[in-house]
């Protein structure tokens, strides 16, 4: 009887799974014989142990509908206080300082060249007859004179390395206590598949460090912008701190100068790479390992480029400013990140002298362009309401409203073109490979409802109130006009900007859309978290100095430390609260923006909305995977079905 894993491999793999069901036809045939099954191991590259990639495999198999969304969900219910699983992952093939993928990375005990693996570790089973008894197993991989045969090996799993991309012949022979022999042969071909993740917060997973920040159950005071009265209830408010931050928690008298940001710093949440707040949550690495876990055969390798803040002229064809810049000792990440296209090129091994790239992407993630329209200035409108604080961001143009954004439409469709124009270099003068997922709408509820005027996960900062006349003039522009034109520009719609829209046409994704305006910023419902409900209130969620906000800033009765980043929630974006309860990220500023001290009015408005408010959550990011995932495997010719894997080919499951 052909195996489950056979049969597995066989329908996702055409030509080479045609081979390992022929060989296993054969030896299935003769009832004496052995059959074999394989499977790549730890299949997602940008792991450098097998215990993370087993961890995925482990959550997809007790996943019934094997969604993303689903596999997210338990692993998040199963990390300890809600933490994320991505906290625990032991090491990776990135240096999370410099956010560089190593061109040599050691997996599971073995160098490997990342971006051309010349050999891929696979696992086999030899599955002998349930009356053969105790063996012993000869294998040998290969044929001819490169063949390489092993003796006196365990039967139950064996590890070995083969080719990547060609098929190669593995025979076995079982020998038993008594001397019986039987044997069996197969062909598998380990597919090596090449993707890379690009564009902005959304492709980046902004919102979603890979170790949030841990909160203090004490105060920390915050100034208001203009606060001249040093110390007056009026002129500042009070959050949670950084629980393992060494630092005043009281905002200084006047005159008074504290220089606290280096120990302010080593409290930060962690990312995968902070300057671009990068994250395994993205929707780009959970597609990816996505198509890791659900196909056997494959190994997929990775690089993740996206970037928080980029535009398509600064970030994508050029140079932006970090967003973050932690420090390490006398260490400081650099304030500017290169173009991610240059980034690409430098990976690809491109040059001016060698314009060809050493392998060429099977497939690329893109979702860009928001940034281009100044989306983070409609959101100011919406959020920021009282003065100062809005006048100031006003003069400085930090505020926009759709008609504002209208405005940047000539210039997006150039953008955009030059863009198509960059990618070509990389996939042969074709974009169809390219698979451009558009951002879900982050301010409807109930299907066609736009957020109403509430105070609600927007209090952490007095200046911030939800207006929902504005709420419903930005969700008309980004549902008639901001999508529509994304994916105009993305499938060379009628003005478009296409010269070739055979060429230049990327393959388009919004199959999400729906499910976002059922789970907008302003969603809620009776399974939220707890804390969520009592605490993050309809503003009032955090006392004043002379309730004692400094020694007890919540109104609640829970513990900061209750917050559960990773929970299930009807919302799946950030709110401003989620946002500084998560990341609580102070971010890099410069000229007249530079804050002064820890406590600053422009750090308290900051903190509250770089850490990723009007995001995706990562249960968001999950459900933009779901919908990423039937195009990726179009593009990269898998099979459109998903089945459950067998179970794991080693002697024991220690979480089964």
């Known amino acids: 009887m052909i195996s489950r894993t056979i049969r597995h491999i066989a329908r996702r793999f055409g030509i080479a799974g045609s081979l390992v069901l022929a060989c296993a036809s054969t030896a299935s045939a003769q009832g004496d014989q052995v059959a074999i099954e394989w499977e790549v191991a730890n299949r997602f590259r940008l792991f450098a142990e097998q215990t993370d990639f087993d961890a995925q495999v482990r959550a997809f198999r007790k996943a019934s509908t094997k969604t993303v969304l689903e596999i997210e969900q338990k692993l998040a219910g199963d990390s300890p206080r809600g933490i994320g699983w991505a906290a625990g992952v032991v090491r990776l093939c990135v240096d999370t300082w410099s956010g560089q993928v190593y061109a040599k990375c050691k997996r599971d005990g073995v160098e490997e060249d990342y971006l051309n693996p010349k050999d891929i570790r696979i696992k086999l089973v030899a599955k002998l007859p349930a009356n053969f008894g105790t063996a012993k197993c000869t294998w040998t991989i290969g044929s001819g004179e490169g063949a390489k045969t092993v003796a006196g090996q365990d039967c139950r799993t064996y590890d070995q390395r083969v080719p990547a991309n060609r098929p190669t012949a593995v025979s076995v022979v079982a020998q038993s206590e008594s001397g019986t022999t039987i044997q069996g042969n197969i062909t598998v071909e380990a597919r090596d598949v090449l993707i890379i993740g690009l564009g902005d917060s959304v492709a980046s997973g902004e919102g979603n460090p890979t170790r949030p920040v841990v909160l203090s159950d ?3 005071c915050f100034r208001r912008v203009f606060a001249f009265q040093w110390g007056g209830s009026r002129d500042q408010f009070y959050l949670p701190g950084r629980a393992e931050a060494n630092v005043v928690a009281d905002c200084p008298q006047a005159n008074e100068v504290r220089d606290q940001r280096d120990a302010w710093e080593l409290a930060n949440a962690k990312w995968l790479f902070a300057p671009c707040h990068r994250s395994l949550y993205g929707y780009q690495s959970r597609a990816a390992i996505a198509l890791a876990i659900e196909n056997p055969s494959l190994s997929v390798t ?3 480029l996206g970037c928080t803040g980029a535009t398509i002229r600064e970030g994508m064809l050029g140079p932006q400013r970090a967003r973050e810049r932690p420090k390490a000792g006398t260490r400081t990440t650099p304030a500017m990140v290169p173009g991610q296209v240059q980034q690409l090129s430098s990976y690809l091994g491109m040059s001016a002298n060698n314009p060809n790239p050493t392998r060429s992407p099977d497939l690329i993630f893109l979702t860009v362009g928001a940034n281009d329209l100044n989306f983070s200035g409609l959101v100011a409108d919406i959020l920021i309401t009282k003065d100062p604080e809005r006048g100031i961001l006003k003069n400085r143009r930090l505020i926009a409203n759709p008609a504002d954004a209208r405005q940047k439409f000539g210039p997006l469709a150039e953008d955009f073109k030059a863009l198509r124009q960059a990618l070509m270099r990389f996939t042969g003068g074709h974009l169809d490979r390219v698979i451009f997922t558009n951002y879900g709408n982050p301010a409807m509820y109930e299907g066609d409802k ?18 929902g006349s504005r709420v419903e003039a930005t969700v008309k522009f980004v549902e008639e006009e901001f999508l529509p ?6 499938t060379c719609g009628n003005g478009g900007g296409c010269s070739d829209s055979n060429r230049e046409r990327m393959t388009y994704v919004d199959e999400h859309s729906a499910a976002f305006r059922e789970h907008g910023f302003c969603a809620a419902d009776g399974h939220d978290p707890l804390f969520d409900r009592d605490c993050l209130r309809n503003g009032d969620s955090f006392k004043t100095v002379g309730q004692g906000g400094l020694n007890d800033p919540l109104t609640c009765n829970l513990s900061a430390r209750n917050f ?3 929970a299930k929630r009807a919302r799946w974006m950030r709110t401003v609260n989620d946002s500084f309860f998560t990341a609580m990220t102070y971010p890099a500023l410069a000229g007249a923006f530079n804050p002064v001290d820890i406590h600053d009015a422009i750090w308290g408005v900051a903190s509250v909305v770089y850490g990723g408010a009007m995001h995706p959550t990562a249960e968001g990011h999950a459900a933009m995977a779901d919908a990423t995932l039937p195009a990726a495997r179009r593009v990269l010719g898998l099979s459109e079905q998903v089945a459950d894997l067998p179970e794991p080919m080693r002697d024991e499951d220690p979480e089964e």
């Open 302 to 304: 990775y690089y993740p």
């Open 485 to 490: 034109s994304l994916k105009t520009h993305a």
């Open 450 to 467: 736009a957020c109403r005027t509430s105070r609600r996960g927007v209090d952490a900062h007095p200046a911030f109130a939800i207006d």
């Open 218 to 220: 004490n105060g920390f």
């Open 564 to 566: 559960r980043p990773y």
